[in-house]
């Protein structure tokens, strides 16, 4: 049999979810043709134009006008604004004959099925036999919409839901419908997970297939929990945020983004569809769900949801919460609770779990009650909405996401103890749940070998999750694998020669432990390995370095012992470039400053597609002193081109220092020359990273790795340099665009990249760089300036501004 290779797409209808999809293919180099209706009436600047309904311009305008909107939108949903070129728009009149070329049509139009019936009898016209077929449909059976069609039609149709917003979410729903082929399926599941970066879940045609079925249960109780508990929009946000690993959004504050009418149309779909539901009534809107609907209070596109940002009698902004008993919008209330503070100082989400259950006062009651209801339901759907419990689980974190899914919480509370949650409500769990427990299986997963186990039910037996090959998840190994451990560090053996060092510090920055780890590991991978990957699959790669030490050295002005400490720093990453083995830097998520540092000194980087990359040392009122800004005058000197403006080059990467520039993905950072074309890679799925990585440091193993001389023929072009950046910098602080203290920095840090006052562009080597860096980072240390925006950064967690 061909392989199917998916080189274009046609994606029908561009309202926010089309369009999104429509730039997510394009993000992974698909051709994307991209097609909506044609407009019945001119508007009045049409008429002004003298245009006509006949004009394409006019034909095309509903599809021009949303991809415009969903590119400017935010966050933005393209890794980069040149994507946009992939993508052609049309009419479903003029240009449908186009989609006999696509290899895949996904139809995204409104939620009706006689529109969606439609519009398959109109594609089936000009498809290609063969071609996938597929509805992004959150709630039509699938079922109902293909019937009538051809028999190679049906083989190659079934629904693929994705998630709003497509680049962020990482839930792809597959939907077979009753002819669907299992070859169709397989290549799905595949595709998404490996192409579009997804967790890939094959799901039962039931009402709001899995995802949204959990999800919406999830916050529908809710709804009806916090009347009954007289608890408010903010405790419930306090309490469903990430204290036990979810958005910090929460729940309200979620639902007002996502728009209320949206959860309603779902819920009020599962409500109509599922009669037979245990728990159907919970599915029934609560009153001040109505009343907020009737208000057309839906939200953050309304103005105004659960929560309402009002300017107060000084002219600051402020949020405002809605009372559900009153329905009137108060101040907001700071939520505070005994058993919360509990759980302060316990790091792993999964712990937290059996202190909240235990907790003696509401939260406790909230968590158990929440919890128990939660078991129940999910216990019975399978076999309802899957066959396997692992489904519900990755679901419920690729698209709502959770940290946890509802079996791995109840994993972490103990099965028992989740029965008894669920008895306290006078429900039933599902009768498995008690046989498991009676075939002596105690818990619904296990690891073995790297490798995570699901309790299979027909099977009655712990079974490999499959699909698992392509991933390493360092929770599995780490304490089989582990070869060095420190307070900062692990360092885990990935097999096959690579051994990878993991951060372990909080947020993982980046102080004296992480470094003496990362040395250590470079001394045992270049005796007895073969190339190391530095990666960890925290929520961030690492927010940089650990400030606070800064700032306490800096205040008793212990300036030795910071000399010491910078330069640790800078001897850590120029290691990472000439040690003996190959290095492999994976960032993903946030990677600022000294991680940003780190990543500009590994022989390769292999970077998830969502990661934010920056020198962003200058909002704590110092430049970057790890070697950051040794290294951004390296990367101007090698972009010098002969005739070329020199000083053109060496400005663009003191701005991306000056302006704290941060990339809004991967494939931004390219623009800023933080990655490399050619040499750096870009993975969109986060959970093939690590994977990735060490097939890279294998592969420059295999080719045979030599250690790169060091460099000693930086061209700097002193004075000339300086004295356009000194011009630059007066003006800019004459006109107020910067403050007296950003003029400072910005004119130590070009002293450090034009290579100081050299009367003549000259060769100098990093190290040369690196000790001006050094001494321009500890002198700016030694201002007050620069210490109020240390502290400030350390308590308020922003930067200030003086």
């Avoid at 309790?455 to 390493?472: E, L, M, S, T």
């Amino acid at each position: 049999m061909s392989k199917r290779r998916i080189n274009k797409v046609a994606v029908i209808g561009s309202g926010i979810m089309g369009s999104g999809i429509a730039c997510h293919f394009a993000n992974i180099g698909v051709e994307v043709l991209l097609l909506d209706i044609v407009p019945r009436e001119l508007t009045d600047k049409e008429k002004a134009k003298g245009l006509t309904l006949e004009d394409k311009v006019v034909r095309d305008r509903l599809v021009n006008d949303a991809l415009t909107a969903s590119i400017k939108s935010k966050p933005a949903p393209l890794y980069h604004t040149d994507f946009a070129n992939r993508i052609t728009t049309g009419n479903m009149e003029d240009d449908i004959a186009k989609v006999k070329d696509v290899d895949w049509i996904i139809e995204v139009v409104v939620e009706r099925l006689d529109i969606k019936q439609q519009v398959f009898e109109n594609l089936e016209k000009h498809r290609t036999p063969g071609t996938l077929i597929t509805s992004n449909t959150s709630g039509i059976p699938i079922h109902f919409m293909s019937e009538g069609r051809s028999e190679d039609f049906q083989k190659h149709f079934c629904g693929t839901h994705f998630f709003n917003p497509p680049r962020y979410l990482q839930l792809f729903e597959i939907i077979p419908g009753p002819k669907t082929s299992q070859e169709v399926l397989d290549f799905l599941n595949g595709y998404g997970e490996k192409f579009l970066g997804k967790t890939s879940v094959v799901a039962k045609d039931t009402p709001a297939f899995i995802g949204n079925r959990i999800g919406i249960f999830g916050i529908q109780s809710l709804f009806h929990q916090v009347k009954e508990m007289g608890l408010t929009v903010e405790e419930v946000d306090k309490l469903t945020g990430p204290v036990i690993g979810r958005p910090k959004s929460a729940t309200f504050r979620t639902v007002d983004v996502v728009g209320l009418d949206t959860l309603v149309h779902v819920a009020n779909g599962i409500h109509k569809n599922v009669p037979e539901d245990e728990e159907h009534d919970i599915f029934e809107l609560p009153d001040f769900i109505n009343t907020m609907m009737e208000n057309k209070w839906l939200g953050s596109k309304s103005g105004q949801g659960f929560y309402k940002k009002v300017k107060n009698d000084d002219g600051k902004s402020e949020i405002l919460g809605l009372d559900l008993g009153t329905m009137e919008y108060r101040k907001g209330k700071k939520a505070s609770f005994a058993t919360l503070e509990l759980t302060k100082s316990i790091d792993t989400v999964t712990d937290r779990f059996p202190v909240l259950v235990k907790g003696k006062d509401k939260a406790g009651e909230f968590y158990r009650k929440n919890f128990g209801g939660m078991f129940a339901y999910v216990s019975n759907r399978i076999p309802e909405i899957t066959d396997e419990l692992y489904k519900i689980d990755d679901a419920m974190k690729a698209g709502f996401g959770w940290e946890n899914g509802p079996f791995e919480i109840w994993d972490a509370v103990g099965v028992k103890k989740g029965i008894e949650l669920i008895k306290a409500l006078d429900k039933e769990p599902a009768a498995w749940v008690q046989e498991m427990l009676d075939a002596g299986v105690e818990s619904f997963y296990t690891v073995k070998d790297g490798a995570t186990y699901y309790y299979d039910i027909p099977q009655k037996k712990h079974v490999k999750i499959p699909g698992q090959d392509a991933f390493i998840i360092l929770d599995n190994i780490r304490k089989s694998s582990e070869v060095f451990k420190n307070s900062g560090v692990v360092v885990e053996d990935l097999g096959d020669g690579i051994l990878n060092v993991e951060f372990q510090s909080k947020m993982n920055s980046i102080g004296g432990d992480v470094l003496a780890g990362l040395n250590k590991a470079i001394d045992i991978a270049e005796k007895d390995f073969d190339g190391l990957v530095v990666a960890n699959q925290g929520k961030n790669f690492s927010v940089g370095a650990n400030i606070g030490m800064i700032f306490m050295m800096a205040a008793e002005q212990e300036y030795d012992e910071l000399n010491a400490a910078v330069k640790y720093f800078q001897d850590t990453c120029m290691r990472l470039r000439y040690s003996s083995i190959p290095t492999v830097v994976a960032p993903h998520g946030m990677t600022l400053g000294g991680g940003c540092e780190m990543t500009l000194h590994a022989d390769r980087v292999v970077a998830a597609a969502e990661s934010y990359i920056g020198l962003v040392e200058f909002g704590v009122g110092v430049i970057p002193g790890g070697g950051g800004s040794k290294e951004m005058a390296l990367r101007a000197s090698d972009s010098f081109k002969q005739d070329d403006v020199q000083l053109n080059r060496l400005r663009q990467h003191f701005l991306t220092v000056a302006m704290a520039k941060v990339s809004t993905s991967a494939h931004e950072a390219y623009d800023l020359d933080i990655l490399k074309h050619g040499k750096d890679i870009v993975v969109v799925n986060p959970a093939r990273q690590i994977a990735t990585a060490k097939a890279v440091a294998r592969q420059m193993a295999d080719i045979g790795y030599t250690k790169p001389p060091k460099r000693e023929d930086v061209l700097v072009l002193g004075k000339q340099a300086l004295g356009m950046f000194y011009v630059g910098t007066d003006s800019m602080e004459a006109s107020k665009y910067i403050s007296e203290h950003d003029q400072k920095i910005a004119d130590k840090l070009a002293y450090v990249m034009a290579g100081g006052d050299l009367s003549e562009p000259t060769k100098v080597s990093e190290q040369y760089l690196l000790d001006l860096e050094r001494e321009a980072f500890l002198s700016l240390t030694g201002e007050r300036k620069t210490l109020e925006r240390l502290q400030h950064m350390i308590q308020k967690g922003k930067p200030l501004r003086n």
